[in-house]
Every structure is written in C-alpha cells, then in structure tokens.
C-alpha cells in the first residue's frame, strides 16, 4: 500500500535565493508515479528583517483565521509557509529580535495573493494599518475577519507611504521596491539600508493610528501622521534625510574653509603657499566636497574641487625635490590618486584620472626605483623613530601606506589590467611586513599613541585586497574591543576623537562589520555641530578631519 505524501521542508541551513517558490508534489496511487492531475502546493515566503534579520518565529494566519506557525525564522531572516488549501488575504507576524532580545520586535504583514513573496519589516506594519483604515496592526491579525484587507487599500497603503518617503527611497536606490512584494534580501543595500537609517513606529492611542518615523541616528522625528491621513502628508524633503544633511552641511562648512588659492585652513597653516606644513592634507579634506558632489552636482561644490585641482598642479610642479618627513613629496600622494580618479568619475572628464596615471607613474621612475614596493618603503622609513613608545616605526605608517592603496584600487577601476592592482597588493605586503614579517619594523602593541588609527590602515588594505585577512581578522577583534560605549574608537585609551572614529569606520565597512560602524557613525553624527563642523579633543577644528567625519558617513550611507 502506498501513501500520498506532501514534501515540505524548512531548514535554518536552506537560504532561499528567490522568494516566489512554487513547488509541484505529486500524489501516487496504485501506480508508481505523480498523477498527471496531481494538485500543486501553494508558498508564501519572505524575509523578516528590521535594520538586520529578525531572529524569531514567523506565524501566518488566512482569511479564515486558520493560522501556521510559529516557524522558525532563519538566518537570514528567510521563512516559509505552505499555504495549499487556505484562502488569502495572509496575514503574518514575526515575533523576535535583532542583535540581542532586549531590541525585541512584534511586525506584521499581510498579502492577498494565494502565493509568492510577504515580507515582514517595519513599513510593512505601517502599511498593515493604513490598508485595514487605521486599526492596530495586531488587532488586524488578530481578527482578520473584522478587520479585511483589500488589494485596492493595500496598493494605496504602499503609494502613500513611497510618495512620502521618495526622497529617503532614492538616496538608498529602493525607489521601485515594494517592501511587502519585491524580493528582499538583509545585506546593507536598498530597502535593508533604509531600515538602518529610519525607525518606523506604530502606536494607537484614544482610536487612532499613528506612524512615527525618526532618524536612526539622532532620534529627530522625520514625519508623524495618522494612518488616515497618510494620503495627504506632504513628502519628506532631502535636509531630513539621513545621512545625507550630514554630509551637505560638513561640506557647505568646508567650502567655508577653503582659502582662495584652493587650500583649506589648518589651526598651524595660513597660506596655500606653504608646502613644507600639511601638503598631505589638501586632497584629504577635498573628498568631503566630492562626497557632497556626488550626492547633488551642486556647480559650487565643483567648483570648489577645480579649485583644489589647480592648486595640486601648482604643488605638485613646484615640489619635485621637496622632503617632508624625510622622503620626497615627488609629484603625487596616494590621496591625491583617489582625488583625481573620483573627479573623473562624478564629472565624466577623464583628464583628472588620466593625469593621476602619468603622474603616479613617473613619481615611480623618477624616485623609487620604478617599484610601488619602492614607494611603500620610502613611506615606511619617513616613520622611523617617531610616535612609537618603543623606538620603532610608528604603527601609524600602516595607516598612511593604506592611502596610496585607496588610490591604486581607485587607479585600476577605471583602467583594468594596467597592473595597478598588482601595486595595490605591493604596498600592501609592506604593510604586512611591517607588522608581522621576520624584521617586522612597527611595535603592535596598544599602548602607542596612534595604536587604532595606525590598524584601521591596515585592515583596510587587507580588506580591499584579499590578502591577509587572517591577520586582518585579528586586527579587527582589536578594533572592535577598544570601541566605546559611545560608539567612539580612541587615539589612546578613554578618549574619543572624530579622526580615529571616521578610520574605524571605513575600516569596518570595507570588513563588512557593519553594526559596530553604525555605531561609530551615531557616534559621528552627534558630535557635529549644527555649523557642520566637527571639534576635536584639543578642542581645534581641523578641515582634514572634518572631511574624514564626512568619508566616513559618506561610505557608509552609499
């Protein structure tokens, strides 16, 4: 005798790659094979997730209250119910958490096709409320038959919610995703990404619904309306939109230090002449500007950057044999690389990039022995005995070495197969030889000054190369062990200073360790200044590190 078995099976291990399953089970009779009319199996499946994926239980509930679950959420924030034989609207809850059980969540969703993608997320409980005419969204699932969803007040739920949140949906590339239907996968891009900048809230009180949404990193409330009026609230305007203000006025306030010949203010530098003090600075702090321009193509902004542009030929001409720190400027730095290469990029004009090519390569003829390893070397030797407790080399020189790699991964990205990758991962074996090799010239201890804005250098290199990352992953643990409570990575220990948090940052993001450079970022964020600013612990403001606050939101808002 043979049984008719319906094949179901759900794993934490299975990652679903798409989200619309439909899978065909056959039934045997006295045959041995699938029916030609055997029925089909109907799934409805998503992704549960809220900044990050919600680790919980899932439940589903039909029009006619027969309810799935609780099923185990997986890793990804995945789950599935087959829905065979129960009629839609489906209507569904996650109860779990995100990072730890006390940032604990209760969302709901609801869709009314018999099969295919719900995913569960903190819009999706908005859009519950406002389909069902402004009712609690666990009241919704709790009653579904007094309290139906039809798809005309689901797909106007939707509109509304994307019309007021279009500019906050753009600037994360999540303008044509429907956070209900489109596949959705938790890994810091689009939809995911907005979930890390907003908080969306759902509360009812005295018999209305209202959606809160605040800014994930100062709290400041975005937009707060009743469900009810969800169709007539006027858009959010891009000076609310996360991140992205930020950035905007840390520029506007650079524009403000920038000095006529193209330089920008130091508390020791007052003339753009002068190349023997902070030359190294100058493409550093334009990178804030850039950032900016390529978030709005503001002409002030672009004009600031040729500004910048004229001065580094000026400097670059006029400092062929000047030394600083001991070794010789010779042309071209590796910020000034990542300058001209990302000029090129926003503004379509190869020239920038074309002149970052000729120039890094006669720098390499001309004063290292036509070697990138040439030119990490002679870095390296600049630190010697200075800023380590021990009379080596500076940790710090990792982090300098890391700035010609940006700029020869930069370099490469617009002209492949030129070799520039192959000099990226040169510098980058001096780095790791400076460290870890048999004449290791740098003392890795923590008690240096500089010690965590020296290895934020070289995580990134390992990070942006591939090599090392056994060693990257050790100096990563570091890293995320000095970070304070406040989200801050110190210069020495108990202090928190913008510079070594904005390299923590971008280090971070480059190892895809990506909530403790959230936090970093809310560190950031609060400590600018409503000028646009940033204070250091002397109590300075210096351009340089203002634009290295701004890379790092920059970085990780993109």
Same mark, same amino acid.
């Given at each position: 005798?043979?049984?008719?078995?319906?094949?179901?099976?759900l794993?934490?291990?299975?990652?679903?790659?798409? $989200?619309?399953?439909?899978?065909?089970?056959?039934?045997?009779?006295?045959?041995?094979?699938?029916?030609?009319?055997?029925?089909?199996?109907?799934?409805?499946?998503?992704?549960?997730?809220?900044?990050?994926?919600?680790?919980?239980?899932? +439940?589903?509930?039909?029009?006619?209250?027969?309810?799935?679950?609780?099923?185990?959420?997986?890793?990804?924030?995945?789950?599935?119910?087959?829905?065979?034989?129960?009629?839609?609207?489906? +209507?569904?809850?996650?109860d779990?958490?995100?990072?730890?059980?006390?940032?604990?969540?209760?969302?709901f969703?609801?869709?009314?096709?018999?099969?295919?993608?719900?995913?569960?997320?903190?819009?999706?409980?908005?859009?519950?409320?406002?389909?069902?005419?402004?009712?609690?969204?666990?009241?919704?699932?709790?009653?579904?038959?007094?309290?139906?969803?039809?798809?005309?007040?689901?797909?106007?739920?939707?509109?509304?919610?994307?019309?007021?949140?279009?500019?906050?949906?753009?600037?994360?590339?999540?303008?044509?995703?429907?956070?209900?239907?489109?596949?959705?996968?938790?890994?810091?891009?689009?939809?995911?990404?907005v979930?890390?900048?907003?908080?969306?809230?759902?509360?009812?009180?005295?018999?209305?619904?209202?959606?809160?949404?605040?800014?994930?990193?100062?709290?400041?409330?975005?937009?707060?309306?009743?469900?009810?009026?969800?169709?007539?609230?006027?858009?959010?305007?891009?000076?609310?939109?996360?991140?992205?203000?930020?950035?905007?006025?840390?520029?506007?306030?650079?524009?403000?230090?920038?000095?006529?010949?193209?330089?920008?203010?130091?508390?020791?530098?007052?003339?753009?002449?002068?190349?023997?003090?902070?030359?190294?600075?100058?493409?550093?702090?334009?990178?804030?500007v850039?950032?900016?321009?390529?978030?709005?193509?503001?002409?002030? +902004?672009?004009?600031?950057?040729?500004?910048?542009?004229?001065?580094?030929?000026?400097?670059?001409?006029?400092?062929?044999?000047?030394?600083?720190?001991?070794?010789?400027?010779?042309?071209?730095?590796?910020?000034?690389?990542?300058?001209?290469?990302?000029?090129?990029?926003?503004?379509?004009?190869?020239?920038?990039?074309?002149l970052?090519?000729?120039?890094?390569?006669?720098t390499?003829?001309?004063?290292?022995?036509?070697?990138?390893?040439?030119?990490?070397?002679?870095?390296?030797?600049? +630190?010697?005995?200075?800023?380590?407790?021990?009379?080596?080399?500076?940790?710090?020189?990792?982090?300098?070495?890391?700035?010609?790699?940006?700029?020869?991964?930069?370099?490469?990205?617009?002209?492949?197969?030129?070799?520039?990758d192959?000099?990226?991962?040169?510098?980058?074996?001096?780095?790791?030889?400076?460290?870890?090799?048999?004449?290791?010239?740098?003392?890795?201890?923590?008690?240096?000054?500089?010690?965590?804005?020296?290895?934020?250098?070289?995580?990134?290199?390992?990070?942006?190369?591939?090599?090392?990352?056994?060693?990257?992953?050790?100096?990563?643990?570091?890293?995320?062990?000095?970070?304070?409570?406040?989200?801050?990575?110190?210069?020495?220990?108990?202090?928190?200073?913008?510079?070594?948090?904005?390299?923590?940052? $971008?280090?971070?993001?480059?190892?895809?360790a990506?909530?403790?450079?959230?936090?970093?970022?809310?560190?950031?964020?609060k400590?600018?200044?409503?000028?646009?600013?940033?204070?250091?612990?002397?109590?300075?403001?210096?351009?340089?590190?203002?634009?290295?606050?701004?890379?790092?939101?920059?970085?990780?808002q993109?």
């Amino acid at each position: 005798m043979k049984t008719c078995k319906k094949l179901y099976h759900l794993s934490r291990a299975v990652v679903i790659i798409s $989200m619309f399953v439909v899978v065909l089970v056959g039934c045997s009779g006295s045959g041995g094979g699938a029916g030609a009319g055997a029925p089909s199996s109907s799934f409805v499946s998503g992704v549960a997730a809220a900044g990050a994926p919600i680790i919980g239980n899932a +439940y589903l509930k039909d029009s006619a209250n027969h309810v799935i679950g609780p099923v185990p959420i997986g890793a990804d924030g995945s789950f599935l119910f087959d829905v065979t034989g129960l009629t839609p609207p489906f +209507y569904l809850r996650v109860d779990g958490y995100v990072g730890s059980p006390s940032n604990s969540y209760s969302l709901f969703s609801v869709t009314t096709s018999s099969s295919g993608i719900a995913n569960i997320n903190p819009l999706t409980n908005a859009i519950v409320a406002a389909a069902a005419g402004g009712i609690d969204p666990a009241s919704v699932y709790g009653d579904p038959v007094a309290h139906p969803v039809t798809q005309a007040n689901l797909d106007k739920a939707i509109t509304d919610l994307q019309t007021i949140l279009e500019a906050i949906l753009t600037a994360n590339n999540a303008q044509n995703l429907n956070p209900i239907s489109s596949p959705f996968v938790a890994n810091n891009t689009q939809l995911d990404k907005v979930f890390d900048q907003i908080t969306v809230v759902v509360t009812t009180s005295g018999g209305t619904t209202t959606v809160t949404i605040t800014n994930s990193f100062t709290g400041a409330v975005i937009v707060q309306v009743a469900t009810e009026s969800l169709g007539t609230t006027p858009p959010v305007t891009d000076t609310t939109i996360p991140l992205v203000n930020n950035i905007i006025i840390g520029a506007n306030n650079l524009l403000l230090n920038q000095q006529a010949g193209g330089g920008y203010y130091w508390p020791s530098v007052t003339t753009d002449t002068d190349l023997t003090q902070h030359p190294n600075t100058i493409t550093v702090t334009a990178q804030g500007v850039e950032n900016a321009y390529i978030l709005n193509q503001s002409n002030t +902004y672009l004009t600031s950057l040729l500004k910048t542009y004229n001065l580094l030929l000026s400097n670059s001409e006029a400092s062929v044999n000047t030394k600083v720190n001991g070794y010789t400027i010779a042309n071209i730095r590796g910020a000034d690389i990542y300058f001209l290469v990302n000029l090129s990029n926003t503004t379509g004009d190869q020239t920038y990039a074309n002149l970052a090519k000729t120039w890094y390569k006669t720098t390499l003829t001309n004063f290292y022995g036509g070697t990138a390893t040439g030119l990490a070397t002679a870095i390296l030797n600049s +630190y010697a005995n200075t800023g380590s407790t021990s009379g080596t080399t500076s940790i710090l020189s990792a982090w300098d070495l890391n700035m010609p790699v940006r700029g020869l991964l930069a370099l490469n990205s617009f002209f492949p197969n030129q070799g520039f990758d192959s000099d990226a991962e040169a510098i980058t074996e001096v780095i790791f030889n400076s460290l870890y090799g048999p004449s290791a010239v740098v003392d890795p201890s923590t008690s240096q000054a500089d010690y965590y804005l020296g290895i934020t250098g070289a995580i990134e290199a390992f990070s942006a190369t591939g090599l090392h990352l056994d060693k990257r992953d050790a100096l990563l643990s570091v890293l995320l062990a000095s970070q304070l409570s406040n989200g801050s990575f110190p210069t020495v220990q108990d202090q928190n200073p913008v510079q070594t948090t904005a390299y923590a940052v $971008m280090a971070l993001i480059k190892a895809n360790a990506v909530p403790a450079a959230k936090s970093g970022v809310v560190f950031l964020v609060k400590r600018q200044l409503p000028s646009g600013m940033w204070i250091e612990d002397d109590g300075n403001e210096y351009a340089e590190i203002d634009s290295e606050a701004i890379q790092a939101i920059y970085n990780f808002q993109k």
